[in-house]
């Protein structure tokens, strides 16, 4: 182990030669640090929509011929995007051509009359025009999406509103009540109180119109415990399914606690894989492999002081940047001995993989290319949740993303950072036999790609 | 330092057929060959970095210096912090000491904190020695120590080399220029194909050429040692 000590120092020494490679292994965890901290500590932004409400003032919505109050479309919307009011159709459409808003609603100017013949015998079709610029997928996506639940929440209201005035019809028509009407409220006597009073009638009439008059009250009774229960289904028209959300697996962390173990995986797989598979490499660059392991340092010994230099620089840059993100989203500091654990764990499991490649190649050039075509689809894939693709293909990320240290470096990190996370054992357990494997993979690889 | 009948196969290739080889304290012996002769393969087995798949080698006490064909010292190092990497690999007791040695014997004492990458060739060729003499050994081991040197830097090269094979240390290089070989090998042990055509002083090799290839005998040592390699049907 004498010779480790002093290869780990020469190694360190050359990284401080490096003012270039040393500079981003500290600015890189930084830059990540501040980026996703930005993300994660400010809200989204509302999107800007340009609006142009053209129906004219003072149009209600008319149930019944009776008009609702004001919807006050505008501040319902206004509450959810950011809008741009805007005077005409023209200056809307040029907005969203030049991007300056991701689209345009336009309530034309029927809308209303169009919504008042839905309960006439020739319903319309009410219609909001939405102008949209699709210049790319994701932005096309984004729209659709903001357009779709802003109207669906629309419909809702309108829904509920009419639903609540049915209500009260019906609540008249069962238990009576005043009715405004041009200025003057008129009185409705109402089901209940008709059969209250017919029944009260009933025995002082000849016993002839008796059976008649039952069946009236009989009716009268029937109608009003009917409509009783009409009232609830006319509310759950509105929203006819309601989401009853159970949690049955997958102990996720809170988002912004999953962002920071993402960073932090990111930065530690990266500075890992990428400083152990070069430094690796260089030893066979400087044509020094062959000088050490004859009998300086066995393969082993080298192997560990690889992967030992990915740990101390790894741990020191992740440290860095973990406690970068305190200046955003404060981390309990009491779970610090878990993270500790967490990235040695990781960082070994990472430093092996590095060194397996770093074994496998003799530039530098070519294994930090090798390293980072590896490394990068992996921890993307890792990313991939289950059911964004379909099941087949999930199962093959599941495997491909299990045979490489970053998923379960993620999940031991999030098991870390999360006060209120999932067990930490798994992952350090599946870590340790990806170590090992590694481990045995690169010793082969050296000795098989050993070149005099 | 002692090989017997040394063969090396690499897959259905043999690389050594059954080389023998023999050096004493203070020799300077030289190996020639064409490219592919199997010189590095015969050094690399005295080193101890590769192993014979038959016959034998035995060296006296002491270590096995060995100074491989390209410089392997680490370039973004200075001179001293790579013989004091290298001499604490050894395991030298006094790793300060046996550095400050290194740099007089190189004569880079001046140059000791310059990055090893900004030498010239012919100064990181001498590095390169100078880590493998760190281990004091009885034999040193130089392959192709001459290549990519201009003449200035060859003539102070094996000035230093004769130093060392004067001061007993037992010296074995191989080389593929016949009139290095010939200048400053006090043997030469001639490999081509693997085989061992030749074992003996330069000036017996001449002798040899000048038997074997005689229509050859006028021209030059070089053209010559051809039109023998030829007739012995390599």
């Given at each position: 182990m004498?010779?480790?000590?002093?290869?780990?120092?020469?190694?360190?020494?050359?990284?401080?030669?490096?003012?270039?490679q040393?500079?981003?292994?500290?600015?890189?965890?930084?830059?990540?640090?501040?980026?996703?901290?930005?993300?994660?500590?400010?809200?989204?932004?509302?999107?800007?929509?340009?609006?142009?409400?053209?129906?004219?003032?003072?149009?209600?919505?008319?149930?019944?011929g009776?008009?609702?109050p004001?919807?006050n479309?505008?501040?319902?919307?206004?509450k959810?995007?950011?809008?741009?009011f805007?005077?005409?159709r023209?200056?809307?459409?040029?907005?969203v051509?030049?991007?300056?808003?991701?689209?345009?609603?336009?309530?034309?100017?029927?809308?209303?009359?169009?919504?008042?013949?839905?309960?006439?015998?020739t319903?319309?079709?009410?219609?909001?025009?939405?102008?949209?610029?699709?210049?790319?997928?994701?932005?096309?996506?984004?729209?659709?999406?903001?357009?779709?639940?802003l109207?669906?929440?629309a419909?809702?209201?309108?829904?509920?509103?009419?639903?609540?005035?049915g209500?009260r019809?019906?609540?008249?028509?069962?238990?009576?009540?005043?009715?405004?009407?041009?200025?003057?409220?008129?009185?409705?006597?109402?089901?209940?109180a008709?059969?209250?009073?017919?029944?009260?009638?009933?025995?002082t009439?000849p016993?002839?119109?008796?059976?008649?008059?039952?069946?009236?009250?009989?009716?009268?009774?029937?109608a009003?415990?009917?409509?009783?229960?009409?009232?609830?289904?006319?509310?759950?028209?509105?929203?006819?399914?309601?989401?009853?959300?159970?949690?049955?697996?997958?102990?996720?962390?809170p988002?912004?606690?999953?962002?920071?173990?993402?960073?932090?995986?990111?930065?530690?797989?990266?500075?890992v894989?990428?400083?152990v598979?070069?430094?690796?490499?260089?030893?066979?660059?400087?044509?020094?492999?062959?000088?050490?392991?004859?009998?300086l340092?066995?393969?082993g010994?080298?192997?560990?002081?690889?992967?030992?230099?990915?740990?101390?620089?790894?741990?020191?840059?992740?440290?860095?940047?973990?406690?970068?993100m305190?200046?955003?989203?404060?981390?309990?500091?009491?779970?610090?001995?878990?993270?500790?654990?967490a990235i040695?764990f990781?960082?070994?499991?990472?430093?092996?993989a590095?060194?397996?490649?770093?074994?496998?190649?003799?530039?530098?050039?070519?294994?930090?290319?090798?390293?980072?075509?590896?490394?990068?689809p992996?921890?993307?894939?890792?990313?991939?949740?289950?059911g964004?693709?379909?099941?087949?293909?999930?199962?093959?990320?599941?495997?491909?993303?299990?045979?490489?240290?970053?998923k379960?470096?993620?999940?031991?990190?999030?098991?870390?950072?999360?006060?209120?996370?999932?067990?930490?054992?798994g992952?350090?357990?599946?870590?340790?036999?990806?170590?090992?494997?590694?481990?045995?993979i690169?010793?082969?690889?050296?000795?098989?790609?050993?070149?005099? | 330092?002692?090989a017997t009948?040394v063969v090396?196969?690499?897959?259905?290739?043999?690389?050594?057929?059954?080389?023998s080889?023999?050096?004493?304290?203070?020799?300077?012996?030289?190996i020639?060959?064409?490219?592919?002769a199997?010189?590095?393969?015969?050094?690399?087995?005295?080193?101890?970095?590769?192993r014979?798949?038959?016959?034998?080698?035995?060296?006296?006490d002491?270590?096995?210096?060995?100074?491989?064909?390209?410089a392997?010292?680490?370039?973004?190092?200075?001179v001293?912090?790579?013989?004091?990497?290298?001499?604490?690999?050894?395991?030298?007791?006094?790793?300060?000491?046996?550095?400050?040695?290194?740099?007089?014997?190189?004569?880079?004492?001046?140059?000791?904190?310059?990055?090893?990458?900004?030498?010239?060739?012919?100064?990181?060729?001498?590095?390169?020695?100078?880590?493998?003499?760190l281990s004091r050994?009885?034999?040193?081991l130089?392959?192709?120590?001459?290549?990519?040197?201009?003449?200035?830097?060859?003539?102070?090269?094996?000035?230093?080399?004769s130093?060392?094979?004067?001061?007993?240390?037992?010296?074995?290089?191989?080389?593929?220029?016949?009139?290095?070989?010939?200048?400053?090998?006090?043997?030469?042990?001639?490999?081509?194909?693997?085989?061992?055509?030749?074992?003996?002083?330069?000036?017996?090799?001449?002798?040899?050429?000048?038997?074997e290839a005689p229509?050859?005998?006028?021209r030059d040592?070089?053209?010559?040692?051809?039109?023998?390699?030829?007739?012995?049907g390599?």
């Amino acid at each position: 182990m004498r010779g480790v000590r002093w290869l780990l120092l020469k190694d360190l020494q050359i990284l401080r030669r490096s003012p270039l490679q040393a500079m981003l292994l500290v600015a890189y965890p930084i830059l990540i640090a501040v980026l996703v901290g930005f993300a994660i500590s400010r809200e989204p932004g509302d999107p800007r929509v340009a609006f142009l409400n053209e129906v004219p003032p003072n149009t209600r919505i008319n149930v019944g011929g009776e008009e609702l109050p004001k919807a006050n479309v505008r501040e319902q919307v206004c509450k959810r995007v950011e809008c741009v009011f805007v005077e005409d159709r023209e200056e809307a459409r040029e907005k969203v051509a030049s991007g300056d808003v991701l689209a345009a609603l336009i309530l034309p100017a029927n809308l209303v009359n169009k919504i008042n013949s839905l309960s006439t015998l020739t319903p319309g079709v009410p219609a909001v025009e939405v102008l949209v610029n699709e210049e790319n997928a994701v932005k096309a996506e984004l729209v659709d999406d903001r357009i779709t639940t802003l109207l669906a929440e629309a419909n809702l209201r309108i829904a509920r509103r009419i639903g609540n005035e049915g209500g009260r019809y019906l609540g008249l028509i069962v238990n009576g009540g005043g009715f405004e009407i041009l200025g003057e409220t008129v009185p409705i006597l109402g089901l209940r109180a008709s059969a209250r009073i017919l029944e009260q009638v009933t025995p002082t009439l000849p016993p002839k119109l008796r059976p008649a008059l039952r069946e009236v009250t009989q009716f009268a009774t029937q109608a009003r415990d009917n409509l009783d229960v009409a009232k609830p289904l006319i509310d759950r028209l509105a929203q006819p399914i309601a989401v009853e959300k159970v949690v049955v697996g997958g102990d996720s962390p809170p988002l912004e606690i999953f962002a920071i173990a993402v960073a932090a995986t990111l930065t530690l797989a990266f500075v890992v894989v990428l400083l152990v598979a070069g430094s690796l490499a260089l030893e066979r660059e400087e044509n020094a492999f062959s000088r050490l392991t004859r009998g300086l340092v066995s393969s082993g010994g080298l192997l560990a002081e690889k992967v030992l230099l990915g740990v101390v620089v790894g741990l020191v840059v992740t440290l860095l940047m973990l406690f970068g993100m305190q200046v955003f989203s404060p981390l309990e500091l009491g779970r610090v001995p878990l993270w500790l654990v967490a990235i040695l764990f990781s960082a070994a499991a990472l430093g092996a993989a590095g060194a397996a490649l770093g074994a496998a190649a003799r530039e530098v050039r070519a294994v930090s290319l090798l390293a980072f075509m590896v490394t990068l689809p992996i921890a993307l894939l890792s990313l991939v949740p289950s059911g964004a693709v379909g099941p087949g293909a999930f199962d093959a990320i599941r495997i491909v993303t299990a045979l490489f240290p970053f998923k379960p470096a993620l999940e031991a990190i999030a098991a870390a950072i999360d006060e209120a996370g999932s067990g930490i054992g798994g992952p350090l357990l599946h870590l340790t036999v990806l170590f090992a494997a590694y481990a045995a993979i690169a010793r082969v690889a050296l000795r098989r790609f050993a070149t005099i | 330092m002692r090989a017997t009948g040394v063969v090396k196969r690499f897959g259905e290739r043999e690389a050594l057929r059954g080389v023998s080889l023999e050096a004493g304290p203070g020799e300077l012996v030289a190996i020639i060959g064409p490219n592919g002769a199997g010189k590095t393969t015969l050094l690399s087995i005295l080193a101890g970095i590769a192993r014979p798949d038959e016959g034998e080698v035995a060296s006296a006490d002491g270590a096995v210096g060995w100074v491989p064909q390209q410089a392997a010292l680490y370039r973004r190092l200075t001179v001293e912090e790579n013989l004091l990497l290298f001499a604490r690999l050894e395991g030298r007791e006094d790793p300060r000491a046996s550095t400050e040695e290194m740099l007089e014997l190189t004569g880079l004492g001046d140059r000791r904190g310059e990055i090893v990458a900004r030498l010239s060739g012919g100064n990181q060729q001498r590095i390169n020695i100078a880590i493998g003499l760190l281990s004091r050994p009885a034999v040193l081991l130089l392959d192709e120590p001459s290549v990519g040197l201009d003449p200035r830097q060859r003539a102070r090269l094996w000035d230093f080399v004769s130093a060392l094979a004067g001061s007993g240390t037992t010296v074995i290089f191989s080389t593929h220029d016949i009139q290095e070989a010939e200048r400053y090998g006090g043997r030469v042990l001639v490999l081509a194909d693997g085989e061992s055509l030749f074992d003996g002083s330069a000036k017996g090799l001449r002798e040899a050429v000048r038997s074997e290839a005689p229509e050859a005998a006028d021209r030059d040592f070089e053209t010559a040692f051809v039109a023998y390699l030829h007739h012995r049907g390599h």
